[in-house]
């Protein structure tokens, strides 16, 4: 069991989508789900107050879009370590180039990507075991 799992919040307006991630997460010890909302304003405040390691953001969310989260996390000083993952069933490389060049360390489709999470989580959990 690690010292300080890897702290990750997840935003989408999916519920299915949130369980499933959660899900994904279940390896108690090694990544804390420390919040999962499906409204940007509200995951503004509460990332900028839970300071996550890992941030899985959807594009489509109830009241805004994951870009506005991603431009307001960029802001803020404190997260500057946080990697950003863009899930998205939204597929255009034009969406996934302009996600990136916002500061998103990672964009993946939902249709296909799922594995792909769990290996990025598990480099971060392999970085807090490195001495």
Do not use: W
């Not at 506005?68 to 370590?81: I, S, T, W, Y």
């Amino acid at each position: 069991m690690l010292l300080h799992p890897v702290r990750v919040f997840i935003l989408d307006d999916s519920p299915q989508i949130t369980e499933m991630l959660s899900e994904l997460f279940s390896d108690p010890g090694y990544v804390d789900v420390v919040g999962c909302h499906d409204s940007a304003i509200t995951a503004i405040e509460e990332i900028g107050r839970l300071n996550p390691d890992v941030v899985i953001l959807d594009l489509q969310l109830k009241d805004g879009s994951g870009f506005d989260v991603l431009k307001a996390m960029r802001l803020l000083p404190h997260l500057k370590d946080a990697v950003i993952i863009l899930f998205t069933n939204h597929a255009s490389r034009d969406l996934h180039s302009h996600a990136l060049a916002l500061g998103a360390d990672f964009s993946l489709d939902k249709s296909k990507d799922h594995a792909k999470i769990l290996e990025i989580i598990q480099d971060k959990v392999r970085e807090r075991e490195a001495p």
